[in-house]
Structures are given as structure tokens and as C-alpha cells.
Nanobody, 126 residues
């Protein structure tokens, strides 16, 4: 089993920045594809960004492209999401997820992930 714990959420004004972290423990593997999703009240969980095990390949939702950066430090079993130029529509609970399937591939749907964190709230005020 893999445990994922997010941190770094909070309240920020529009145009500000936040950095989310996702710490992995348990049966961790640096070869897992890892991603960030978010869910706003009354909406479905949506894809934000994904990174391959090496960190060399990333993919973003159009809504965050150019503003968010996903990265990982396998030595620390930690993934990050740097969020800049935040907008009120970015307000949501942000979840990190890990996909343990092999061979690894980029997945942008929630059902493709095996492990999930509990989420961290990000609120952007206008």
C-alpha cells in the first residue's frame, strides 16, 4: 500500500502563488506515474497535471498550462505543484494520486489511479 499526504494549501489572493506538496510513504516506488487532480464544490474531480517517474515528461490541463508546474523528487518521495497567477476558478480541493500500473503511461482520468491523498484546500479570493 501507498499513503499520500498533501500539504501547502491555503487562502491566497488572485494573482498569488502556492506550492503544494505530496509526500508518499509505504510501498513507494519512484517508478509510479503521479498526478494532481482537483474538485470544486458541485463539480466532478478534474485532471490538473501528471508527471512520469523520471520527471522528464509532464502533461497539463489547458486551464493551468503556463501557470502551474508539476515536479517530483524521488529521493524524498515527494511530488510538488507550483501554482502561479492563481485565479478564483482555481479554488478547489487538490488531490495527489499515484498510478502503480506497469508499464507506466500518462493517465488523465481519476479512474486510472490506484492511490489517493486526502486532499488540501486551495481558496483563491478575487
Amino acid at each position: 500500500q501507498v499513503q499520500l499526504v498533501e500539504s501547502g494549501g491555503g487562502l491566497v489572493q488572485a494573482g498569488g502563488s502556492l506550492r503544494l506538496s505530496c509526500a508518499a510513504s509505504g510501498r513507494t516506488s519512484s517508478r509510479y506515474v503521479m498526478g494532481w487532480f482537483r474538485q470544486a464544490p458541485g463539480k466532478e474531480r478534474e485532471f490538473v497535471a501528471v508527471v512520469t517517474w523520471s520527471g522528464s515528461s509532464t502533461y497539463y490541463a489547458d486551464s493551468v498550462k503556463g501557470r502551474f508546474t508539476i515536479s517530483r523528487d524521488n529521493a524524498k518521495n515527494t511530488m510538488y505543484l507550483q501554482m502561479n497567477s492563481l485565479k478564483p476558478e482555481d479554488t478547489a480541493v487538490y488531490y495527489c494520486a499515484a498510478d502503480s500500473k506497469y508499464p507506466a503511461q500518462i493517465v488523465t482520468t481519476p479512474r486510472g489511479y490506484d492511490y489517493w491523498g486526502q486532499g488540501t484546500q486551495v481558496t483563491v479570493s478575487s
